[in-house]
């Protein structure tokens, strides 16, 4: 099975709407945490949020949301007003075992967003 | 501060030709990670270092060897680069187990013909 699917490839949103990209995960540990980057065409990675299991409340940073569904095992980030900078490849990613360097990292395939103006 | 570095930006070898990609990192960090990117696919982690003097496999690591002598360097080396390695590789790297976030590099392009 898959531990990360983002069902999306690609998504076209108007600009200054909010978008929801989605991604459901498949972890059998206790312990994990769920990341989202960005990766716009000038290819680098950037970090946009980090949800931990173990945390009460959903992320939150800046424009960008985490909706966290554990009962779901889904992460789906939620960006507020959009802007045409967000056009970018987005990948989920989920973090598993310990925590000392050797935690296993796995990323989803990515969704596409296109904002349109 | 530069953050993450990688060198070179693009190379293209030949099959069986051999080279070394070098990442920098000037913030102190212990943890840093060699990952490949390849296309319709999420990064996937190659070898992974959590301190200067350690190295561990990742989830991809034939046909790999790293080292980390210095701390603020992990060298990633392909001795007999093969077409099936043509990829993007990106470096990342960790503060240390405070922080899950990992911060990564601008890649490094490879193409093997």
């Known amino acids: 099975a898959q531990k990360i699917t983002q069902t999306q490839p690609g998504m076209f949103v108007q600009e200054k709407e909010a978008v929801t990209l989605d991604c459901t995960y498949d972890?059998?540990?206790?312990?994990?945490?769920l990341f989202w980057y960005k990766q716009p065409s000038s290819g680098e990675m950037i970090f946009l949020i980090y949800?931990?299991?173990?945390?009460?409340q959903n992320a939150t940073e800046g424009r960008y949301s985490l909706n966290f569904q554990k009962a779901r095992k889904s992460a789906n980030l939620v960006i507020s007003a959009s802007q045409l900078g967000d056009s970018a490849m987005y990948f989920c990613?989920?973090?598993?075992?310990?925590?000392?360097?050797?935690?296993?990292?796995?990323f989803g395939t990515g969704t596409r967003l296109t904002i349109i103006p | 501060n530069a953050g993450v570095t990688q060198t070179p930006k693009f190379r293209v070898l030949k099959t069986g030709q051999s080279m070394t990609l070098l990442c920098a990192q000037d913030m102190n960090h212990e943890y840093m990670y060699w990952y490949r990117q390849d296309p319709g696919m999420g990064l996937r982690l190659i070898h992974y270092s959590v301190g200067e003097g350690t190295t561990a496999k990742g989830e991809v690591p034939d046909g790999y060897n790293v080292s980390r002598l210095k701390k603020q360097n992990f060298l990633l080396g392909l001795e007999s680069a093969a077409p099936s390695q043509t990829s993007v590789y990106f470096c990342?790297?960790?503060?240390?187990?405070?922080?899950?976030?990992?911060?990564f590099g601008p890649g490094t392009r490879l193409t093997v013909t």
């Open positions: 949800q931990g299991s173990y945390d009460e």
């Open positions: 990342a790297s960790r503060v240390d187990r405070v922080s899950y976030e990992q911060y």
């Open positions: 990613a989920m973090r598993e075992g310990g925590n000392f360097g050797n935690e296993k990292l796995t």
């Open positions: 972890t059998s540990d206790q312990s994990y945490g």
